[in-house]
């Protein structure tokens, strides 16, 4: 019955994906169709809407909305700028200045607003000016914004960590801000290195002079209200002094103030960013909600047991095991976005990964690692169109730079699958991890 059940899932999915079908209906509808095959139409039906419900009902998922909020609050509140000049007075010396704070930006931004493409979008028009002024190629500029944008996805707050605290099961959500951080760094660093290397080649130096202290005083204090919202909700929440949810309520009162403070928050404004985080909102919860149709009937029919069993018999050595995971995710990753493939993939290979001892925690960082490797690959690759998009290039031009991103970024996800450390010294560390 599971393999049936799996394939009709597959195969339903696929269809309805290419046919143009929006993912939360395609996942809701195969779930269905898997249950159909089991028992009348009318208990299909049922069940489906119950497990629904179920799935959107958690407290938990509020965080989610909150953090959203917050994120489209401070891309509209003025912080782009403070942080470019902030990464910019950091690593201004090294070649390839503007490439090298892109990338720190990036990575600063993308944490902040929960949103990659947001970060794409932002960080370049701040530096996008000074690239053109001092010679910068375009296709070089798409490709480092593009490819460093994800690394904010994982240093927290992200809401694909709270996505995935909850579909496996209540994975501890301060633990994995926590893993989070090395990982996103991990992945910030790969990306520095290429667009240094690149730098050199093309003869892209830093900024002259020597290294000016005023400036990077200046620079620290206006940004300091932008990074703070990190220290105290990331840091409020690995404490314990408040909940996840109870967090993103905060940063959003932190980021309207700070918006306010800025005068970049207007009520037109502030109205549109309330319908925009809605709607997003809406789109994410009522995909958790379906998805728990799909995680019911993996449980019921115990496809992920069958899976389990399957990949077990090809082999025993988990080295080998988690490189077909990863090949598997990152090709996955290239056709769905981060969130539904979190909902789908992790009740498959996560009880497969626990038969050899792998925390839940790390696995999460693996997981999310190669799903945003997704949002900077074609065919979809949301995140590298927008950074060609706002770099005003084409893929043509910027793929064979982006070629040398991805085997950097592959470097780290070796990393991350094969040393258990970059991801789980530092929950470990802070005893959340025992």
């Known amino acids: 019955m599971a393999m049936e ?74 912080i782009a700028k403070r942080l470019v000049d902030f990464v910019l007075a950091i690593l201004g010396k090294l070649p390839g200045a503007l490439l090298v704070t892109n990338v720190g930006a990036n990575a600063l931004f993308g944490a902040i607003s929960g949103s990659a493409s947001a970060a794409a979008a932002a960080v370049s028009s701040m530096v996008q000016e000074g690239e053109d002024k001092q010679g910068y190629e375009r296709a070089v500029c798409a490709a480092t ?77 206006k940004a300091i209200p932008a990074l703070s919202l990190i220290v105290v909700v990331i840091g409020g929440i690995i404490a314990g002094v408040f909940t996840a949810t109870e967090g993103s309520a905060i940063a959003v009162v932190y980021a309207l103030v700070l918006g306010i403070c800025y005068r970049n928050i207007t009520w037109k404004s502030f109205w549109k960013i309330l319908v925009d985080s809605a709607k997003m909102s809406g789109m994410i919860v009522f995909l958790i909600g379906v998805s728990n149709i799909l995680g019911w009937v993996m449980a019921f029919t115990q496809i992920p ?40 993939f992790t009740p498959l ?8 001892g792998m925390h839940p925690v790390q696995f999460g960082l693996i997981l999310v690692y190669n799903l945003c490797i997704g949002n900077i690959t074609p065919p979809v690759g949301n995140t590298l169109f927008v950074a060609i998009k706002v770099g005003k290039t ?14 950097s970024i592959l470097v780290g996800l070796v990393l991350v699958t094969y040393i258990p450390a970059v991801s789980m010294a530092l929950p470990t560390m802070a005893g959340l991890i025992k």
Not at 328 to 334: D, E, F, P, R, S
Not at 349 to 356: G, K, Q, S
């Open 5 to 78: 059940s799996l394939a009709i899932i597959i195969l339903v999915l696929a269809v309805l994906l290419i046919a143009g079908v929006p993912i939360s209906y395609a996942i809701g509808i195969s779930a269905l169709a898997a249950i159909v095959q089991m028992v009348s139409l009318d208990v299909s039906v049922l069940t489906a809407a119950q497990r629904t419900f179920v799935g959107m009902s958690k407290f938990s998922l509020t965080a989610i909305p909150f953090f959203v909020l917050a994120g489209n609050l401070m891309n509209q509140g003025g």
């Open 145 to 221: 914004n593009g490819s460093s944008a994800p690394s904010g996805l994982l240093i927290p707050p992200s809401n694909a960590l709270i996505t995935y605290s909850l579909v496996s099961g209540g994975t501890s959500v301060a633990a994995l801000f926590l893993a989070g951080y090395i990982p996103g760094i991990l992945w910030a660093i790969c990306c520095v290195v290429v667009a240094v290397i690149i730098a050199r080649k093309k003869g892209y130096a830093g900024t002259p002079g020597k290294f000016d202290w005023k400036q990077l005083g200046i620079a620290t204090l």
């Open 305 to 344: 047991q069958a899976i389990s069993a399957a990949l077990l018999g090809m082999t025993n050595s988990p080295v080998i095991i988690l490189l077909i995971m990863n090949v598997i995710l990152l090709i996955a990753g290239t056709f769905m976005d981060v969130t539904p493939a979190i909902l789908i």
């Open 349 to 356: 290979f996560l009880p497969i990964v626990r038969t050899f």
């Open 394 to 407: 084409s893929l043509a031009k910027v793929m064979p730079y982006m070629l040398m991103y991805y085997a």
